[in-house]
């Protein structure tokens, strides 16, 4: 079946303008995760849902990031006033349940703020 | 916090070679510990797994120890074909309210060569 997808896969933009980037989860997965990867450094956890509770968004850096999910399906992670250290590959992962730690995860979104 | 440190790569092997990738990490409690791969082009995906000390996760010729005195989950192959080229990622998760998110390492280049 089909895999998480997300787009776009790449998007440039710049420096102070809203993005926002987008994940379809895999059809009947309950939670979906958003991660993000700097250049050279692992992923850092960012936000996960987990069907209609309240999201956990503890690894959210700022009040600029925010992101919603209706439902079990799409998911946006928004970006307001976009900086250069936002630049990185933007990750969603989904688990048939949650919560889990096997996450099937999309290809990514690589943001470059210039 | 959590954390997870993967040895510096990139890693280059003759095919049918041995392959260690270390890992070790930092954390409270007992947490489970997971070996991710990417393959080119293709999602990040769950290569094994070991959910408490002295666990040995396998998959697909590759096995990890869950070694709790050392706080390591170094991951070997004893033969690796050209098909293994690939990014691998230690990851932890912690549990308890944590779990399901997980901390990854920064990620080991691997390229092997026919």
């Known amino acids: 079946g089909a895999g998480v997808s997300q787009s776009p896969s790449n998007k440039v933009t710049e420096k102070g303008k809203d993005v926002e980037l987008r994940c379809d989860p895999i059809?009947?997965?309950?939670?979906l995760y958003w991660y993000r990867q700097r250049l050279g450094q692992g992923l850092e956890f960012l936000i996960y849902?987990?069907?209609?509770?309240?999201?956990?968004k503890s690894g959210l850096p700022s009040d600029r990031f925010s992101a919603e999910r209706t439902g079990e399906s799409v998911s946006t992670l928004t970006i307001q006033r976009t900086q250069q250290e936002d630049s990185a590959v933007y990750l969603c992962a989904s688990s048939p349940r949650a919560p889990s730690y096997e996450q099937y995860f999309g290809p990514g979104t690589r943001l470059t703020v210039t | 916090g959590d954390s997870v440190t993967q040895m510096e790569g990139p890693v280059t092997l003759s095919e049918e070679a041995f392959l260690t990738i270390n890992c070790t990490y930092t954390a409270t409690g007992y947490p489970s510990l997971f070996w991710y791969v990417q393959y080119p082009g293709e999602g990040l995906q769950l290569l094994l797994k070991a959910t408490k000390a002295d666990d040995k996760g396998s998959n697909k010729g590759f096995e990890a120890t869950y070694r709790k005195e050392t706080t390591s989950f170094h991951l070997e192959k004893g033969s690796v074909q050209v098909s293994d080229s690939a990014v691998y990622f230690c990851?932890?998760?912690?549990?308890?309210?944590?779990?399901?998110?997980?901390?990854f390492g920064q990620g080991t280049i691997l390229t092997v060569h026919p």
């Open positions: 990851a932890l998760s912690a549990g308890g309210t944590s779990y399901g998110k997980l901390t």
């Open positions: 849902f987990q069907g209609n509770s309240a999201p956990d």
């Open positions: 059809s009947g997965h309950t939670a």
